[in-house]
């Protein structure tokens, strides 16, 4: 089937979609790098990008939603390339890196986004065209771009519906941000922490983070994969925490659950994700390999004069190689400056091809791995900073077997340095496969040309390299970063960037939790077998990684995943025998996806603010960036003790309840009300 030529040219890849996706990029990848600092965790920016540019572009007679899914491409693309802060400062934690120098930090972003662009074309036919992965920020993203564009619908019933869908997505946006910005007052509580002794020894304890936008995550995943979360959480806090708590004096339970926890089962958890990753691995090897084969053929098609369908157009296969091969030469450049004039000076060569290869074997294979957990559980959930344990695992483990003995202890810190770098380019790549599939998911709902998608994604990664190494100066010259000699108490956590750090110094110095992630290995091949023998029975499946995600991620990141898958599956259950089911059910995705924007939103504006109090912006406020308040500046200084209390507690609980039975009661009343007037 070909392309007609008479077929009219529409707007799409732009100058002003590429220039307003740039400067979305600003501001979402800055505050994704200080939020990734300061707790631990980044926002998906694609749903964000999506409304702001709607709301932009809507005053151009000829704007599209293919156009607008350019916009969100570009600034998604470089806001999710920020997740390089889980590994870049631990250059300077370690003491190699006194700053940021601005070439080599943009050369790690710019030229491992570009090969994880690259690795992303054929694993979309693989992941992305063939396959029933939810993509819930990808199909989220999509339904908000489609009811943006609902508004020139002419059919009677899909104008009912996209009227339907504009309620449901604003008021669920509405009731996200309202909730977060009560928390953000600390009127609400946010993360309560309850913890107790458990009847079979050591601690355990509950830490559910109130959250539409995760509820709404696990209304998008389903259940399948909230069961398998479920199972994880129970794996870390039923045995884990309880298991390694009891190994030590409990003199607050609290401090020793919280111990137990990041010091012992996230490395269980990274076992569990391993394993479940090489698995995942294994099973995608005849996908990826089909998807190689497409890509190819789609070449020869082009090769011999025939159009292909606009929608297999990728960037030609043969282009993707020649890129992905010229990538290498710059990386090879920044990782000769790296050893030359070192303690590893003259193994310059053997290292650097060494590290090369295993930035485009392991590259791969993280591409592939990211991008089929991002397409499970979402891309702001995906664990890649346990990929980035997995990443440096390998590349510390390889320095210590077979470099360390021939230059010795004194080059440990060298080692540790080249580790931190080899792996900050291979996650990189990986950070990017972790957005790019989901992009290209919300792509293919659109209907958009992949080639242009492509093209707009390493756009976006050139924009986001320029924007982060400078950012990382500035907060590291405000605040400073935890773990460095002489950093203040207002210095920013960095707690992936320090927990990867300790990796590669345990492994090149001999203390790795070796036993914790063994123990995790094998926890993963036993949920891998009841997954397969599930699987033969037809029943419903387990999957791995998402129970890998549920071990090693905070309480608070999946508990309400899992809320929300459950509350999924009920309100489909409970308006799908009815005559407005099917319309019901699309509106509760749509609710789902308000969700997560509204609070996604409100995300970006409070790191804002909290940026400007703690850089002193807000002084002329009378909030100095010393202040205790500039943590939360949107707080009220009575609320400090009250979101501490019991009633707190009680009342975020009850309005909870509350609140998400009257958003789904309320969508299913518009379900209603669309049918008839359909």
Known sequence: MTQHSSAPPRTELTLRGLILGALITVVFTAANVFLGLKVGLTFASSIPAAVISMAILRGFKNSTIQENNIVQTVASAAGTLSSVIFVLPGLVIVGWWSGFPFWQAFGVCALGGILGVMYSIPLRRALVTNSDLPYPEGVAAAEVLQVGAGEKATDPASVAESKAGVKVITAGAIAAAGVALTKA???????????????????TGVRPGFSLALMGVGHLVGVSVGFAMLVGLGVAWLWGVPHYSSLGPITDMAAAGGAAFREHVRYVGAGVIGTAAVWTLLKLVKPVAGGLASAITAQKRRGSGETLERTEQDIPIGIVGLISLL???????????????????????????????????????????VGYMAGLIGSSNSPLSGIGILAVVGAAGLLAVFVKPLVGEAASLTLIAFALFTTAVVFTVGTIANDNLQDLKTGQLVDATPWKQQVALIFGVLAGAVVIPPVLVVLGQAYGYAGVAGAGAHALPAPQ????????????RGDLPEVEMLTGVAIGAFIILVDELLGKAKLMRLPPLAVGLGVYLPMSSTLF??????????????VGNKPSGEISKRLGVLLASGLIVGESLFGVFNAGIVAAAQTGLLAGLGLAKDDPRAEAPLAPAFTASWVESDQAMYLTTGLFILLVFGLYAWTAAQGRKAAKAA
């Open 327 to 369: 990538s290498l030469i710059p990386i090879s450049v920044l990782l000769t400056g790296f050893v030359q004039g070192g303690a590893l000076a003259s193994m310059t060569v053997p290292l650097v091809a060494a590290a090369l290869a295993y930035i485009v074997v392991i590259g791969l294979l993280v591409a592939a791995v």
């Open 497 to 508: 960037a320090n927990l990867i750090a300790d990796l590669a110094r345990g492994i090149l």
């Open 561 to 574: 995943v899992v809320i929300g898958a459950v509350i999924g599956r009920v309100f489909e259950g409970l």
């Open 185 to 203: 007052m600390r009127l609400l509580v946010d993360e309560p922490a309850r913890f107790f002794t458990a009847p079979w020894g050591g601690v």
